[in-house]
């Protein structure tokens, strides 16, 4: 059974930066993009930044510039780094993996639990 597994977040005053991680457990034949999005109170589900298996990647505008999102294939892992973090963007992030549980198989997305960043002084 794959799994999302995110860690990171937490509290955080405004300016400062913070580091998600995603990996995805369990046994998995090929994964193709990645990405992280984010839900804050009231509000829809949105993308903040996606990653192709090429290393493409692709951000919200409202956090160009100020967030990088990156991935070590070996390790089924990707990372979201946060700086210059602003009081908007509290939310809870997950992170998103498209793979193949198997050869042959279609594409399932994987979603992580969520995790809170929350930005205040």
């Known amino acids: 059974q794959v799994q999302a597994v995110e860690s990171g977040g937490g509290l955080v005053q405004p300016g400062g930066s913070l580091r998600l991680s995603c990996a995805a457990s369990?046994?998995?034949?090929?994964?193709?993009?990645m990405g992280w999005y984010r839900q804050a109170p009231g509000k829809q589900r949105e993308l903040v930044a996606t990653?192709?298996?090429?290393?493409?990647?692709n951000y919200a505008d409202s956090v160009k510039g100020r967030f990088t999102i990156s991935r070590d294939n070996a390790e089924h892992t990707v990372y979201l780094q946060m700086n210059s973090l602003k009081p908007e963007d509290t939310a809870v992030y997950y992170c998103a993996i498209t793979g193949r549980p198997g050869p042959g198989l279609r594409t399932v997305d994987y979603w992580g639990r969520g995790a809170q960043v929350t930005v205040s002084s």
């Open positions: 369990g046994l998995i034949f090929s994964i193709n993009a």
């Open positions: 990653i192709t298996s090429a290393g493409s990647t």
